[in-house]
């Protein structure tokens, strides 16, 4: 469905509770400034804004509609971009660069996902790693598969997930964090 914009670890996940000068909830997924800046297309779609907009710094809004679906993907913080209103981008073409404009304390990518489409005050929101399908989270059902759990192979890291992998860590004494970082991945393979 959708793929990963950018490269780069994720360094804050949706709903995780912000402290600034408010109390608010994070709306989407910052991934960090490693790996390559350039930021890709989640989907293809129509570009609906390439703008600043308030705390986001500059922006990209792409609709989607995958289905019959109707989405929206945001892309904040950027540096730079390369696109404007109206194009019509194709997944996996470059549309940016990661920045640290507006509200960001450092350069990375904040993206959200929006059913059916973006609104001030997010109401719309959802987890976007719900929506990305990736190799490496493929790779992660197959091996707690292995190992009993029952999970459906469509590489996103949806609750189940999630959840699977909590468990493994537990019952194999790691940090219990849903993060298959080094430690988790190699305890994986070992089983």
């Known amino acids: 469905m959708f793929i990963r914009p950018c490269e780069g670890r994720i360094t804050s996940h949706f709903g995780e509770i912000r402290k600034n000068n408010i109390v608010k909830e994070h709306k989407g997924v910052d991934f960090g400034s490693d790996g390559s800046p350039v930021i890709k297309a989640s989907a293809s779609g129509v570009v609906t804004r390439a703008k600043v907009i308030g705390g986001y710094g500059n922006t990209i809004t792409i609709v989607h509609t995958l289905n019959g679906k109707k989405y929206e993907t945001l892309y904040a913080h950027l540096k730079s971009f390369t696109v404007k209103i109206g194009q019509n981008v194709k997944q996996g073409q470059q549309i940016g660069i990661k920045g640290t404009t507006g509200n960001s304390t450092g350069i990375h990518l904040h993206f959200e996902i929006h059913i059916?489409?973006?609104?001030?005050?997010?109401?719309?929101?959802?987890?976007?790693?719900?929506?990305?399908?990736?190799?490496?989270?493929?790779?992660?059902?197959?091996?707690?598969?292995?190992?009993?759990?029952?999970?459906?192979?469509?590489?996103?890291?949806?609750?189940?997930?999630?959840?699977?992998?909590?468990?493994?860590?537990?019952?194999?004494?790691l940090a219990v964090d849903g993060i298959v970082g080094p430690r988790t991945l190699a305890a994986l393979k070992n089983k």
Do not use: C, H
């Open 116 to 173: 059916p489409s973006y609104e001030a005050g997010q109401p719309n929101a959802v987890n976007p790693l719900n929506y990305i399908s990736e190799t490496d989270i493929t790779e992660v059902q197959k091996r707690l598969n292995s190992v009993g759990y029952k999970l459906m192979v469509d590489g996103i890291e949806g609750p189940l997930t999630i959840a699977a992998i909590k468990d493994f860590q537990k019952k194999n004494g």
